[in-house]
């Protein structure tokens, strides 16, 4: 499953959706310049991770993630996280490229 949090159904689409299963979650600003280089990286991840169906990815734009209720804190833009069945697992923090995010992933 991919969700795109860019707007209050999306929100809450994803505050349930998380509570079941394995998420990776990009947290970023639109008007993060890391965030902006990061975007093109993301998306070919997404592309080939979408056919792994025990893994679920989303996007959260930076306004939205106050309202989400994540027991830990988004420091900085971009983060990503790993979560099972809505708790932190893991963040990110190899190169940012395709294959270290899919390393990340598995």
Same mark, same amino acid.
């Given at each position: 499953?991919?969700?795109? #949090?860019?707007?209050? *159904? @999306?929100?809450?689409? +994803?505050?349930? !959706?998380?509570?079941?299963?394995?998420? /990776?979650?990009?947290?970023?600003?639109?008007?993060?310049?890391?965030?902006?280089?990061?975007?093109?990286?993301?998306?070919?991840? #997404?592309?080939r991770m *979408? @056919?792994?169906?025990? +893994?679920?990815? !989303?996007?959260?734009?930076?306004?939205? /993630?106050?309202?989400l209720?994540?027991?830990?804190?988004?420091?900085?833009?971009?983060?990503?996280k790993?979560?099972?069945?809505?708790?932190?697992?893991?963040?990110?923090?190899?190169?940012?490229?395709?294959?270290?995010?899919?390393?990340?992933?598995?």
């Open positions: 499953m991919y969700i795109r #949090v860019g707007d209050e *159904k @999306k929100l809450r689409e +994803l505050q349930k !959706a998380m509570s079941h299963g394995n998420w /990776i979650i990009n947290f970023h600003a639109d008007y993060c310049g890391h965030c902006q280089r990061l975007k093109p990286t993301w998306n070919k991840f #997404v592309i *979408k @056919k792994v169906p025990s +893994l679920n990815i !989303a996007d959260v734009e930076s306004k939205f /993630i106050s309202q209720k994540l027991q830990d804190q988004i420091m900085g833009y971009p983060t990503i790993m979560y099972n069945n809505n708790n932190v697992v893991s963040e990110f923090n190899e190169e940012r490229n395709v294959s270290g995010l899919q390393r990340f992933a598995m």
